[in-house]
């Protein structure tokens, strides 16, 4: 079993900038790729970052490459989501999400997580 909770959502104007933490508890977690997505009502989750423990390579989301930059510490447990330069249309509630690699490349789809957290509210003002 791995757990997830999120923190770091909040109200930010835009162009500001926010990190999202991603506090991870588990016999094993560190066998887990580590992943972020977003949602907006009536929406499918949107893939936006995702990393690997034992290598540390990551993949992005097209939307956010560029912006965003997914990052883990082993010491703490915790993976981030440092969300630069936002804009209006990031506005979404954010999970993290923990997945059993099945093969050399990181998974964008959530459908291949295996765990997920409560969600954090990312708002960005115009």
């Known amino acids: 079993q791995v757990q997830l909770v999120e923190s770091g959502g909040g109200l930010v104007q835009a162009g500001g900038s926010l990190r999202l933490s991603c506090a991870v508890s588990?016999?094993?977690?560190?066998?887990?790729?580590m992943g972020w997505f977003r949602q907006i009502p009536g929406k499918e989750r949107e893939f936006v970052a995702a990393?690997?423990?034992?290598?540390?390579?990551?993949s992005y989301g097209n939307s956010v490459k560029g912006r965003f930059t997914i990052s883990g510490d082993n010491a703490k447990n915790t993976v981030y989501l440092q969300m630069n330069s936002l804009k209006p249309e990031d506005t979404a509630v954010y999970y993290c999400?923990?997945?059993?690699?099945?093969?050399?490349?990181?998974?964008?789809?959530?459908?291949?997580?295996?765990?997920w957290g409560q969600g954090t509210q990312v708002t960005v003002s115009s």
């Open positions: 999400a923990a997945d059993l690699p099945s093969s050399l490349f990181l998974s964008g789809s959530a459908n291949d997580y295996d765990y």
């Open positions: 990393i690997r423990w034992t290598t540390s390579s990551t």
């Open positions: 588990g016999r094993t977690f560190s066998r887990y790729d």
